[in-house]
């Protein structure tokens, strides 16, 4: 990848307002419509003239020159794709004349220089978390129920409505009232009063259900087990109740050894297996007491200042779109970099969105080791695709192609620049939990609620999460920070977008305010005086990875 950095996208959105197309990068052979284009407009660039030989939609890609078979489509500096159809100087790139291409990489020696961004009054900036014994902060601050096998998804449904029903937890369903019409036409009935909260200073009960554990390989065993380490290791969780059979793969040792690193220390966790009681009412008793209890001792945990450098924020995409890689993803990039700035961790997920810019994130990685893990991983993801007839190139999603995202390495290019130009500190495998200052890259798919629960259950305690399709994506523990790579999606889905970044692209906005404005909110959310939409719909998405299967 070329160093495509945010002072090139603060230069290229200075005047978009003026100009109806944008070239991301010098050198690129295609111009991104940021409008509707029609046949025969004229696009002046670079002192010519391009003639538009069709229509060209809004955020789709248009040739700046002839491009024959086998020509290379280069956009942000890397090949994006190779031509399969001949496409004529001011035609539309699309998938029946485009094909995905990948650049090649290697491990080359190169030496990379990184120019830190100005935080400047940012190192005086705090928020209000949860400090943990192991040194870490929380954005919140939640008791989790984990269920070590599906057996105990039934166990759980029922501790759950006790449980929310009874602290004052319980949402209620807002369109009751709606089948209530259609049933009969009568009122509901008014409902008993919600009681009050008696542990003022926890934020939920959360219950992760799954269908893992058991009845697949002891490898799916040991990655979900990894995973539940995780999410009771992140710093929002306070402490967890375990449920288990007992006869399942993932067994409590596993739970406890994966626990055993030193993250997570001094937390209280409760370990409950249904084969040592005779009867269900039994168990269920005993997990009640034992974990109100710990509910009364977590609940004299109270928020206190913490410098930003304690932000663990996950980086994310879905539902993405053409203007994805020149708005909110290189937003987000920009926030990355300057939390690293400031000693704070970040994590980029989806190793599929990372195919064609590998060669960028190898020369950033801080030693050979790392750069050699992040090929390593990525082949074998890669090659884990292939057994199973897929591949990276099939990544791409209808939504995507539809909006202007017509191959792997164009979405990928694209979904890179959330990771800013930081180098890069580590690189985690799925299971691996996040300890090192700076920018981290995490092996998921790019499912985005896989990818999401694997964030989050591997060091997050944030995630800023870029759309321009529009998705209702939460986390069940981490806060989800939803942000438009268009304006005219929180116009359409205002109840689930918390930030603009189409903003970018009126050209009355630079990359640095919106920054700093971004940055403003992570701080209100992470300090608990803002909830997100994801949070206020109670959006609490929790699927685990199975590995090779998803893209």
């Keep these: 990848m070329s160093g495509f950095d945010h002072s090139e996208v603060v ?11 944008l070239i991301v990068s010098e050198g690129d052979n295609v111009a991104v419509a940021l409008q509707d284009l029609k046949r025969h407009d004229i696009l002046a660039i670079n002192g010519s003239n391009v003639s538009l030989a069709q229509d060209i939609p809004s955020k789709h890609k248009v040739a700046l020159t002839d491009l024959a078979v086998n020509d290379i489509v280069n956009m942000y500096g890397v090949p994006v794709g190779r031509v399969v159809k001949p496409i004529s100087k001011g035609g539309i790139i699309t998938t029946d004349n485009v094909m995905h291409t990948a650049a090649p990489y290697g491990i080359k020696g190169v030496d990379y220089i990184y120019d830190a961004p100005e935080v400047g009054a940012l190192r005086h900036r705090s928020f209000m978390g949860f400090h943990r014994p192991d040194g870490q902060v929380g954005t919140a601050n939640y008791w989790a129920f984990i269920p070590l096998v599906f057996c105990q998804n039934r166990n759980l449904k029922v501790l759950r409505e006790a449980f929310e029903a009874e602290l004052g937890f319980k949402k209620e369903n807002p369109y009751r009232w ?13 409902e008993e009063p919600v009681p009050d909260r008696p542990f003022n200073n926890i934020d939920g009960i959360k219950f992760l259900t799954h269908v893992g554990g058991c009845g697949s390989t002891r490898e799916d065993a040991q990655s979900l087990v990894d ?26 040792d596993l739970l406890k ?16 297996e249904q084969q040592q009681y005779g009867t269900e009412r039994e168990m269920m008793f005993d997990i009640i007491d034992t974990t109100f209890q710990s509910l009364t001792e977590v609940n004299k945990l109270v928020r206190e200042p913490a410098p930003l450098s304690k932000l663990s924020i996950g980086l994310e995409c879905g539902g993405s779109d053409g203007f994805s890689g020149i708005t909110a993803n290189p937003l987000i990039g ?28 190898i020369n950033r990685c801080t030693s050979r080791e790392i750069a050699q893990k992040f090929i390593g991983l990525m082949e074998d993801y890669g090659n884990l695709a292939k057994s199973v007839g897929s591949g990276f190139d099939m990544n791409p999603s209808p939504g995507n192609i539809k909006d202007g995202l017509i191959t792997d390495a164009m979405k990928s290019a694209g979904a890179a620049t959330k990771g800013g130009r930081s180098p890069i500190a580590d690189v985690l495998d799925y299971g691996e939990y996040a300890t090192k200052q700076g920018l981290h890259l995490l092996c998921t798919p790019g499912n985005d609620v896989e990818s999401t629960t694997g964030l989050a259950g591997f060091g997050a305690n944030l995630i800023l999460f870029s759309t321009g399709l529009g998705t209702p994506t939460g986390n069940i523990v981490c806060p989800v920070i939803k942000i438009s790579t268009n304006s005219e999606l929180p116009k359409r889905m205002k109840d689930i977008i918390d930030f603009d970044a189409g903003r970018l692209l009126s050209g009355h906005y630079s990359m640095e305010q919106m920054s700093d ?7 209100a959310v992470a300090s608990g005086e ?22």
């Design 11 to 21: 230069c290229l959105l200075k005047d978009v307002e003026l100009k109806n197309f």
């Design 178 to 190: 709606r089948i209530r019409q259609h049933a009969g036409g009568k009122e509901i009935p008014s």
């Design 227 to 252: 995973l539940l380490a995780g999410y009771i290791k992140n710093p929002n969780v306070a402490g967890a109740t375990v449920l288990s059979l007992g006869c399942q793969h993932a067994q409590i």
């Design 257 to 272: 050894k994966a626990l055993a690193d030193g993250m997570g220390v001094g937390k209280p966790v409760h370990y409950f």
């Design 334 to 361: 920009h926030v990355s970099d300057r939390i690293n700035t400031l000693g704070g961790r970040t994590i980029l997920a989806e190793f599929p969105e990372l195919c064609g810019v590998e060669q960028d994130l």
């Design 517 to 523: 404005e971004l940055i403003e909110l992570i701080i």
């Design 530 to 551: 803002k909830k997100t939409c994801a949070d206020v719909l109670g959006q609490d998405d929790f699927i685990p990875w199975k590995r090779g299967v998803s893209l």
